[in-house]
């Protein structure tokens, strides 16, 4: 695995921030982090969420509507976070998250005054520039917080986030535009981000950097910018758990912003509809994806360590024709049963990738690496895959498809064999790996 390092056990009984007196619970550090994820995420999917009336009232296209939650967004998201991940491996992370949160807040406030698509495209760039510091300071602070092989399931409960977030997002974001304005729901869930950002700086503590791990290494490792990138796009095993991810969430960014508009449109469903089902369809099949996924990393890994790439591999194989039913059975309801199988099985891959990359680095490079495979999955994924189902929707409508979202929709299945393509060959490179340092263990 990369360069090989002389290691010691950690000192025991070291002084300051290390000893056990000034960590926290980590269960209190975790429900905060996952907390803060909520706002994340729920902030990043109320443009899809609400795309309906923010298209009639503003007068948007498909194409135009995938470049703000796709192209626009991730210029500032993906790599924002690569400068924001060496200044929190460098400085205190709680910091920057604290700091991180309170800006995408606000900005998200920003986007239900929006009166025009061009003041709407850059409060949708201040979300991503806020959204950057959010994620990578996270993972680093969990994995100070939790011990190997419990990393697995803290990153599956972290990973929960999401879920809740967008089903929040759905349900709550989803009834307050039909009852009131989709303004309302931008202004009211930006307030909640910024009391949230004060509650994180005041109540969670910086974890000390390694102390957790089983060995550290004499020798620190550099922490500087471009010797952190170099290592992490030199190691194959980092590079094609970024790219697997980013195949993966080319899929499920490109579907997720267009699954309620296709509910509504495709399907009938209304606003109400959608905030009851659809938000209970992404809470059950999401966070049934999330915590499986983490409980079956913690069990492989303790087997072979290519458990980080099969499981995921294998989920998304399965979870092809769940999706393909989706979109080509007539109504919703069956539609709705059919994306809940295809979401639980979408969502392995995340916390496979993040625990694999987080014990794959140095302590101290840990919330960079995190960013740099935010920067690769989320520009292929988050900044493609919207981008290209609005513009393909749009193409296919032009051309007379009386149905071209669905069929933009469909064009994405390509990215499940790719994705698993990638795993299966992380898998391999994985082993042979193995086999290398236990040949010279011998």
Known sequence: MGEAHTVTPAPVGAAGPATPRARQRPGLVLTIL???????????????????????ELQITDGQLGRIGGLYFALFYCFIAIPVGWLADKTNRVTILSLACAIWSGATAACGMATSYGQLV????????????????????????????RRGIAFGIYNLGPVIGAALGIAFGASIAALFNWRDAFITIGAVGIV??????????????????????????????????????????????????????????????????????????????VAIWYALVVLVGMGAGMLVSGRLIDWGIRRTRSAYAIIPAVSLVAALPFYLGFLLVPGWPLALVLLTGAMALNYFYLSSSIALVQEEVQPNQRVMSGALLLLVMNFIGLGLGPTYVGWASDWFTARGDAHGLTTA?????????????????????LRREDVKVGGARS
Do not use: H
């Open 196 to 273: 949230a950002a004060l509650l994180v700086r005041l109540v969670v503590r910086e974890p000390p950097r390694g102390a957790l791990d089983e060995a550290a290494p004499q020798a620190a490792a550099d922490p500087r910018f471009w010797a952190t990138a170099r290592m992490f796009f030199s190691r194959p095993v980092l590079v094609l758990a970024s790219l697997g991810s980013g195949a993966t969430q080319f899929v499920t960014y490109g579907l997720g912003n267009f699954a309620v508009l296709f509910l509504m449109r495709e399907r009938g469903m209304t606003l109400e509809e």
């Open 409 to 429: 929709l469909l064009t994405l299945t390509p990215f499940y064999i790719i994705a698993s393509i990638l795993f299966f060959w992380l898998a391999k490179v």
């Open 34 to 56: 996952c907390a803060v994820y909520v706002l994340n995420f729920l902030d990043r999917q109320l443009l899809g969420i609400l795309a309906k009336p923010i298209q009639d």
């Open 122 to 149: 850059a409060a949708r760039m201040a979300v991503g520039f806020g959204e950057a510091g959010g994620v990578p300071p996270s993972y680093a602070i969990i994995t100070d917080t939790f011990p190997p092989g």
